[in-house]
């Protein structure tokens, strides 16, 4: 089976960070989370990609390449204009030739593949939609379904007493190549409020099948902040490459912590990274790759990409900070997302 993983919106909603990069592309944990995306699928057996790129897709396509350092296949499909979550998958059609599974590339999950195909099979449906349970339903795509699991009804963001269920769309699909006949091409297309009520209006079978493990939607800085709060509380696990050192404490090769310096858990220090006297970092502080933290500086509750520089006696608390980002010696920064332009671009 195919899987056609979706990263070419806008993620408007995690600016800046996203201003020149596909949201699927932020790290977490260090790494581009669709690196993680594609090495999870690749362990369940999905050798075969399609990305539907958009916004930014160099930053895609010449990272992965055509996907052999990773063992698998990628192939892109990239849109003239923005199409939709519908319309980018009609995009891919001509890649598309058997069942398939789509994926928004920014959703954070540990979804079994395999049994949400075996479901499919089982039912016969035109469509599987896996389904996450949450507590407050009210900001999402709820749908209502049958005894046997299929699905009549979504209702869009509905205040929490009139929610059918606490089940929402989770964005993995498992497909038949028969719904490409019925996306219409050339114009955008939403799969959530278009695509679907149409295939069900048409009668169509679409099953939800809920999926067990950790599920969270990017979406949003502080979605993409509490992400990797779950990484370090052990929630969320995932390959990482810095080691455990005991504690709560992981850090990558090549990195040098003076004496003095402290590092609170739960920590994920990249590598080659250079922590100055008495600077601390931690709690819930993730440090990329060849970062330089400053004399005193203090890092807490906070993610910075690779290259950054805290500088002496900096302070950070609840920050993101883009790649390659310089905080000033003795600036205080509380609850900042902040971004730069690489210097490439800005000629
Ligand atoms: P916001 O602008 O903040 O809503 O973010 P988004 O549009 O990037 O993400 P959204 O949650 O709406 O979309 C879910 C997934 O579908 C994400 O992985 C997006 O990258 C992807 N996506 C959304 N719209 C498009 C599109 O027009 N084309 C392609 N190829 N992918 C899309």
């Known amino acids: 089976m195919k899987a056609l993983l ?5 993620g408007t909603r995690m600016r800046p960070l996203t201003e020149r990069l596909p949201k ?7 790494r581009p989370w669709l690196e993680h995306l594609i090495a999870g699928l690749k362990e369940q057996g999905i050798r075969e990609f399609v990305i539907a790129v958009k916004h930014y897709p160099e930053r895609i396509t010449e990272y992965f390449g055509d996907g052999r350092k990773w063992g698998v296949s990628i192939r892109y499909a990239q849109e003239p204009v923005p ?3 519908a319309g980018a998958i009609k995009n891919a059609e001509k890649w598309l030739d058997g069942r398939f ?3 928004n590339a920014d959703v954070v999950h540990h979804a079994d593949i395999r049994a949400l ?3 499919h099979e089982r039912t016969g449906a035109l469509v599987t939609i896996g389904l996450v349970e949450v507590a407050d339903p009210s900001q999402f795509g709820v749908v209502e379904q049958t005894e046997d699991g299929r699905i009549v009804r979504f209702v ?3 205040p929490r007493e009139e929610a059918p269920s606490n089940r929402i769309n989770a964005g993995i699909y498992i497909m038949e190549p028969e719904v490409l006949k019925k996306i219409p091409s050339g114009r955008e297309v939403s799969i959530e409020r278009e695509t679907f009520p149409q295939l069900i209006a048409e009668g169509c079978r679409v099953q939800g099948v809920p999926i067990g493990g950790y599920w969270m939607d990017m979406g949003t800085s502080e979605r993409y902040r509490r992400i990797h709060w779950d990484l370090l509380d052990g929630k969320l696990e995932l390959e990482l490459r810095e080691k455990e050192r005991g504690g709560g404490i992981r850090i990558g090769e090549g990195t040098e912590i003076a004496q003095g310096a402290m590092l609170v858990p739960p920590v994920l220090v990249g590598s080659r990274v250079k922590i100055g006297e008495r600077a601390v970092v931690g709690p819930y502080a993730v440090i990329g790759d060849d970062c330089v933290i400053g004399r005193g500086a203090k890092i807490t509750h906070s993610i910075l990409w690779d290259r950054c520089t805290a500088a002496e006696a900096a302070q950070l608390n609840r920050c993101i ?3 390659g980002l310089k905080i000033g010696s003795r600036h205080l920064l509380h609850e ?3 971004n730069v332009i690489p210097e490439a671009e800005t000629i």
């Open 6 to 10: 979706l990263a070419g919106g806008f």
């Open 24 to 30: 699927p592309m932020a790290p977490v944990g260090n």
């Open 83 to 85: 199409l939709g979550t």
């Open 101 to 103: 599974v789509a994926i």
């Open 117 to 119: 195909a075996a479901e």
């Open 156 to 158: 869009e963001k509905p």
């Open 321 to 323: 900070v883009g790649s």
């Open 336 to 338: 900042a997302v902040v």
